[in-house]
């Protein structure tokens, strides 16, 4: 698709890179980096852009075989993969199997780990320097920042999205607490599920030992991190030299 997995940089994050390739398409580098406290806490994890960026593949391909449009084209074999631009929305959608992070600290009055009686699908303005606050969909209506039709797609994508990943963890042994998800629209109008789709973006718990970046906001080692993903990916059945 193409022979050089590159092109002009117009994103820098904290995790990732994104290039410009030509009018359709984009790469996105995932960082052998990591990082908590927006930023407060960095360090340098060798082999983890690799491991993120196959977590992401292998999902977004699981996705794909359930119908659900997502942005991945191709993946170089390590850190980048190939992407269709899209219109972005600049909207953060959590859903949640579990109370915990950030839900806790809005409503304490519920146990760590309690399960939900349904899903809790959220919306968070995409902002680190507000800290991606909590909205609602008036708010994202209001914004422009998309329409009902949208919201109400996002949210069934959303919760078909927990459904798939959810029962492929459950049979690989694996509790899915919570993940964040992005869209955006393509040419057509149509939405797709974009970003990534990793041990960074997600809560996955192994015998309620955690598998994902929550080790790290919590103090574990890079190093540790890079092991857990590994462990990860194993756990999900991802070759690990693929
Ligand atoms: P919480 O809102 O509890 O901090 O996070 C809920 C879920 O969404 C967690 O799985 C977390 O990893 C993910 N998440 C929330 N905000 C962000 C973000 O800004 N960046 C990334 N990569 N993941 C996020």
Known sequence: MVNNWTGELIYEGKAKRVYRVNDEFLVMEFKDEVTAFDGARKEHAPSKGRLAAAQTVFLMGLLGRYGIRNHLVDWDGDRKILVRGLRMIPIE???RNYAYGSFLKRMPLMKPMTKFSKPIVEFH??????????????????????NWGQINEIINTAL???????NYMV????????????????GSNNLVLADELSGDTMRVLINGRHLDKELFRRGASAMDLVKSYEEMNKLLGIPLNT
């Open 93 to 95: 959608v959590i859903v």
């Open 125 to 146: 303005l995409k902002s680190d320097e507000l800290h991606d606050p909590l909205i609602t969909m008036d708010d994202i209506i209001e914004a422009g920042l998309a």
């Open 160 to 166: 078909r999205v927990n459904e798939v990943l959810g």
């Open 171 to 186: 049979s690989r042994g694996l509790t899915l607490v919570d993940f964040k998800l992005e869209f955006g629209s393509d």
